[in-house]
DNA sequence: TAAAAATACTCCATAGGTATTTTAT
DNA sequence: ATAAAATACCTATGGAGTATTTTTA
């Protein structure tokens, strides 16, 4: 009925052999075989291709064109197959990565170089954004992978939780709360709170902490930031106090002097970390070579999660204070 | 095991429709027909085509290049069938005809325009020869058919007779046998007859007319001429007698007052013109094409074979004397 | 007569169908 | 709950084989 691939390489065998029996040979079929579908193929295209002689088989001049259209077939499916073959490895091509505002800057610089490392043909399309804009542009196809703060339960996405992060009250160097070891989350609600803008989950995470901070917070009691360096310098400039991850405590550098951190009292607040995906998204390898570049930024003050716990780099993503 | 051109297809409907089930009602197949081949290729081509999602099919970015890649590879397919649309008629193309030097120059003024018009399409490729020369070129596939004088069998070779044509004697006009009404062949060899030269199967026809003549060639006492037209110049100054055929008198123009015919005497010796064509020659229809076209020369002196008489068109090939 | 292609037939792989289950929203 | 795709299973076409015949040089 229709024109098969298989019988365009017969045609090239028997243009290349002039002969039914070797070329049958050189397809590595039976000589009927290629007779039969050469024969078949001719009364498709109703078209003689092979003059037929006792000594050789004779291409015709239309038969010429049409092997050299035949050449041509086979030679966009070589092209083709060579496509795939090139696609084939799932760490090669960009991966687009969307990652949260507060977990960006700290994390980014130090898993960049990792994964340039072990996947030098992965190269990252990144996107800072809030949890909900990269969730959308997970289902929309406009991302492939998130980095992102659990709980992140959506339909049509998986996710791989990461790391574990713990929180740390930060405060100016001379806050009363520098006397104290520890702090108790309860009290955070007497204090002046600077927090991130509304949109932001590490925002709804640290307001989770007391049923205190809550109310203060719809009292319009405490203040806002647009990113945790803008928070961490208004606490520093004696503005307040605030809750930072701990990953986003860097190696202080004027400031270092003008702020003090304390650890809450009891069980460490913490956020957990997870890598999400569309389900079908079909480079699960490229999910676990991002993974496996998270975890190798040193994990010094994170809980990593899944065992698997990497080598003890020191220039981790993380310099305790 | 390989890739089908089917399966290329369903790529390209699914490319178009994003949607398993309408691609499959544009293919025209079931949805788990396309499901199931889809599946497939991408198994061959290790390579994930298609992201499925509820919505809708998503292309992968690889994917993307392996449509595209498909979409040449059907378009070299349709190009081959256009190819072979084109072909399908065996009126269109050039045909290589040969034809024997004794024929060629009165035949083909009448025979070319009846086949520009019957054959637009098939242009004539010409190649005057030997009826041996003719033979090899059929065989070696650089003539797709020759007009050449009977008996010619060869192997591997069909013809096929179109007509027969009487010979004549022909003699300067004040010759003894200008007195008589017909010539006995027997008698040819007692005058100078000037004949063709070896080579040409016309030459060995008059020869066979009577052993005499056979006798005194051997002895070398004839003279030839390199084509009907010189020997015919040489009969009209004198220097002998002659044969022709039939085809070759003319409208006698300069020469009409210096030469004389008679037919001879008895049963008219004839020639039998054919065409000739390997048997495996693909084109059935330009041999019959061409046969038609010869059978259009008005027949006049010359008896059409196989019925199928042309119509009394009044420029005929042949204009009796 | 010998070589080559075509035919006859048999078999089985697979493309395609229908019915159903699984999956994901 | 529903829509979509995947799976299970069955059928039939036709591609490929072997054995044989026909053709033709």
Redo the contacts between chains.
Sequence with gaps: M?????E?RYLVALDKERHFGRAAKRAFVSQPTLSVAVKKLEGE????VF????GEA?V???GR??IE??Y??LG??S???A??????DELK??LRLGVIYTVGPYLLPHLIPRLHESTPDMPLVIEENFTGNLTQQLRN?ELDAAIVAMPFEVS?LSNWPIYDESFVVVMPHNHPWTEREQIPANELANENLLLLGAGHCFRDQVLSLCQDCRESDSARRTKSGSSLETIRHMVASGLGVTVLPQSSIPNLSQESRLLETRPFAGAAPTRQIAIAW?R????PKAISALRDAVMQCDPSGVTLLHGASASNVDDGFLEAV
Excluded: D, K
């Design positions: 229709h024109i098969t691939l298989t365009l295209l109703g078209v003689t003059e037929r002689n006792r004779r015709t001049p239309i064109r049409i259209q035949a041509r077939v966009e499916v092209a083709l197959q496509v795939a073959e090139q696609g084939r091509g960009p196809n049509g569309r079908s998204f079909p480079r």
